[in-house]
């Protein structure tokens, strides 16, 4: 392999590595919506409900 290829992979993984660090600094400044905000205590609601029912059905059958 010659070494032009050796310095062109090595410059493309640099930029994907680099490309996708400044993607996440970006997207840690974003604002989640209300909506989606929500929707997740919404569902994290359900499932802590879900949770105790099961406790409890379990608890009642003797083994």
Do not use: T
Not at 28 to 50: F, T, Y
């Amino acid at each position: 392999m010659s070494m032009g290829w050796v310095i062109f992979i090595i410059v493309l993984a640099l930029g994907i590595i680099l490309s996708n660090i400044l993607l996440l600094k970006k997207s840690a400044n974003m604002k989640i919506p209300d909506s989606v905000v929500k929707a997740m205590q919404e569902k994290k609601d359900k499932e802590a409900r879900e949770h105790l029912e099961q406790e409890k059905k379990a608890q009642k059958k003797p083994d």
